[in-house]
């Protein structure tokens, strides 16, 4: 069989690429290693933070997952400052579980012109012709494409199979959650996060009229979530300031969680016809949320820079090249991110701006949308923020 591209992996990154080649006019290859389209990632938080709204909102997926029952809304953010809460009109994240999002993006993957989803195939190995990565084997099955895109998670087997390094990193945070039924907000605002310093909690609205209860605490806390770890789930969530009600709230599932997830990047563009894609390229530090929110964004940068090379036939490579440029961005979140993911205490210049942003109200705009990843690194870490943050905190 020989398709324009064959997509390894119908998660996020996989489904949101194959919607985007299928609508460029492409024949796309989906692969799933596992048989029903309703099977989920559990391992995941799914806030998809608010600088994915204008990609969601171009390819019509935000109004899908709002239909599926997705609940949008800001997050408030409490620090030693007090609570942070951004003004109407900001972009807002969207949370969809993903029991609910993965069967949705599989169902509209399968339903798009030119896409075949095909279910319960385990990619075993790579085809190779000429140098280039030329397609993929299924057992004794042989799938050939001009692109072969490993959108295979943050263990990436095709990855594996092409010989890709990695480039790991500590993340010294462990994280457990829960989901509840009838919590009662203590904080601003629907959604709330506590940057404890080190320690992360997090109460997130999602479908189903559920809250999720979020803890990220620094390492040296996971004694204390060994033996129970709702109870420890509870008691820290309950230590938390402007703690939310739970005297009424039912836990309606497992605590579900992890006690170490390191980050890992791979090169996007490893070999000549092969490209990595979501955590397959850039697994970060499951603490600020981004993994879901960079999956589909640069699923639409893949896309968009290769789709017209592999429509006219031309040669991929300056497409490819393309997209290894747009996925900077990410690449600078991700080398920040990879700091906090040591749960140091914040620094004195991540403080100041921190109170500053309680007192500039476009100061505290730009750290929500530094913290939506809704801009780009640059544009919050430079030496004007750090003057503004003084001047905020000099007038008062
Ligand atoms: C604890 C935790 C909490 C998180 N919370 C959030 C959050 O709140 N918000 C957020 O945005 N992100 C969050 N993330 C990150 C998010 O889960 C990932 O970034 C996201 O799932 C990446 O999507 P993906 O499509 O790249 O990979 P995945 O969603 O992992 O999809 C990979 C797919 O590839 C398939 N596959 C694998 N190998 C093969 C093979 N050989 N053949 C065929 N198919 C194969 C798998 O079955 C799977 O369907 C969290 C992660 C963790 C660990």
């Known amino acids: 069989m020989t398709y324009d591209v064959v997509i390894v992996g119908a998660g996020v990154a996989g489904c949101t690429a194959a919607i985007l080649y299928g609508r460029a006019g492409l024949r796309v290859a989906l692969i799933e290693k596992h048989h029903n389209i309703s099977t989920h990632k559990v391992l995941c938080g799914h806030f998809v933070l608010a600088g994915t709204q204008p990609m969601l909102r ?100 095709v990855a594996r199979l092409a010989g890709v390094t990695e480039d790991v990193a500590p993340n010294e945070r462990f994280g457990w959650w829960a989901y509840y039924r009838g919590v009662i907000s203590g904080g601003p ?10 320690d992360v909690g997090i109460l997130i609205r999602t479908d189903d009229d559920l809250h999720m209860l979020v803890a990220f605490p620094a390492k040296a806390r996971l004694g204390s979530f060994q033996a129970d770890r709702a109870a420890a789930l509870e008691r820290f969530i309950a230590s938390l300031p402007d703690a939310p009600d739970l005297s009424s709230a039912e836990r309606v599932s497992k605590v579900i969680g992890t006690n170490d997830y390191p980050c890992i990047r791979r090169d996007p563009a490893p070999r000549p016809g092969l490209v990595l894609v979501g955590d397959a390229a850039i697994t970060g530090d499951p603490t600020p949320a981004v993994g879901c929110g960079w999956a589909f964004r640069a699923a639409e940068w893949l896309v968009e820079s290769t789709a017209p090379a592999l429509r006219d036939g031309s040669d991929p490579a300056a497409g490819v090249a393309g997209y290894r440029r747009a996925l900077r961005f990410v690449e600078a979140h991700d080398r920040l991110g990879r700091q906090d993911a040591r749960a140091r205490p914040a620094n004195r210049v ?24 809704a801009i780009p690194v640059s544009a919050m870490v430079n030496a004007g923020t750090v003057l503004r943050a003084l001047r905020a905190v000099m007038r008062r």
């Open 58 to 157: 171009r390819t019509g997926l935000w109004e899908a997952m709002v239909e599926a029952g997705a609940v949008t809304g800001h997050i408030s953010r409490w620090t030693a400052a007090g609570w942070f809460v951004p003004e109407p009109g900001l972009p807002q994240p969207i949370s969809l579980r993903r029991e609910k999002l993965d069967p949705l993006l599989r169902t509209i993957a399968a339903g798009t012109p030119g896409v075949d989803l095909m279910l319960g195939r385990t990619v075993t190995g790579l085809l190779e012709s000429g140098g280039r990565v030329a397609g993929v084997r299924v057992g004794d099955e042989e799938i050939h494409a001009r692109l072969v895109v490993g959108a295979d998670g943050h263990r990436s087997p």
């Open 189 to 198: 605002g629907g959604n709330q996060i506590w940057s404890l310093d080190p």
């Open 350 to 373: 991540q403080r100041l701006i921190t109170k500053a942003a309680m007192r500039d109200p476009e100061l505290g705009r730009r750290v929500y949308l530094f913290s939506m990843r």
